[in-house]
């Protein structure tokens, strides 16, 4: 099968202002030219093919959320190649941005003191999606994840694991192809990581 993800001997270095120690050292460093250089993604080769659901594991500080960041056009590769749908996300990050949906467990991209449903009209105004389209898919997705008792609910006042299956909802409403998800399930019980998990499946 044709992949529609490509990594070839991808790295990201990121540089960081030397710190140095002692009473002097905080002044010292503001004046310091001196980098030092942290490797993240070293080297890093995969496909991944049209229908597969693949897995990005590794501990706390492995490089997943940055890879997931450079597959998204957020960030830019040190070296190497990388495509999705065939572009170079960093470089056509509007055209790439219409064709995936995102998910970051630690950032929301719902508005705190709107309810979930304005934020949802939100989106479908910025991605241009049809009517019909967003209704049916709004729909859907509602009634998948359980949410219609708090479409009309601020941001703020729902659960975590409400707000996540919001968040879940608002990357999938306008049909994206591809769909990251960087730790979605993050603080949530049980129940909610089953929902959740069903209907990925799904």
Not at 95 to 124: C, K, T, Y
Request: net charge positive; charged share 20%; proline share 5%.
């Amino acid at each position: 099968m044709e992949s529609i993800i490509s990594v070839r001997e991808v790295f990201k270095t990121f540089r960081q202002p030397k710190r140095f120690p002692g009473p002097g050292g905080a002044v010292r460093s503001i004046f310091s030219r001196d980098f030092t250089e942290v490797r993240a993604v070293s080297g890093i080769s995969f496909d991944i093919a049209a229908g597969e659901a693949v897995g990005y594991l590794g501990p706390n500080g492995a490089g997943k959320s940055t890879m997931i960041k450079m597959m998204t056009g957020i960030l830019v590769p040190t070296s190497g190649t990388l495509t999705v749908l065939g572009r170079t996300p960093h470089q056509e990050r509007m055209i790439n941005a219409g064709e995936i949906g995102v998910v970051f467990g630690q950032r929301s991209q719902l508005w705190w003191d709107l309810p979930v449903s304005d934020s949802f009209s939100l989106h479908r105004r910025i991605y241009d999606i049809p009517d019909a389209r967003y209704a049916e898919n709004l729909s859907y997705l509602s009634a998948m994840l359980a949410m219609n008792s708090y479409l009309d609910r601020p941001v703020r006042q729902l659960s975590l694991g409400q707000r996540m299956r919001a968040e879940i909802a608002m990357a999938l409403l306008h049909d994206p192809k591809v769909l990251f998800l960087d730790e979605p399930t993050i603080g949530l019980d049980v129940v909610a990581r089953t929902r959740c998990a069903n209907f990925f499946r799904r």
